[in-house]
């Protein structure tokens, strides 16, 4: 199984145009490490005419028939909010 370790920041502010409360308009997520989980345990055979190859699993199957290692988890670090008082026209 791959473990993304994800650092994710949203900016928030308040403007005329929906004065009730404050709401995101910019979110960014930072890959800050990366866990590889190997090679694939099984391979997926693909035919195309009389060409026969072998591939990983996740660039064919739906994620719960992926093999472990190719399974994919997105784990948040931290979460970060930030308001901003004044938007600069």
């Known amino acids: ?7 994710t920041e949203h900016v928030t502010h308040t403007c005329p145009a929906w004065p009730g409360e404050p709401h995101p308009y910019d979110t960014r997520r930072t890959v800050i490490h990366v866990i590889p989980g190997g090679p694939c345990r099984t391979p997926v055979t693909i035919r195309c005419g009389q060409v026969t190859t072998t591939i990983a699993c996740y660039r064919h199957e739906p994620a719960d028939r992926q093999c472990g290692a190719c399974r994919l988890i997105v784990t948040q670090h931290t979460i970060t909010t930030r308001h901003l008082d004044e938007v600069p026209a």
């Open 1 to 7: 199984m791959t473990i993304h370790v994800v650092d």
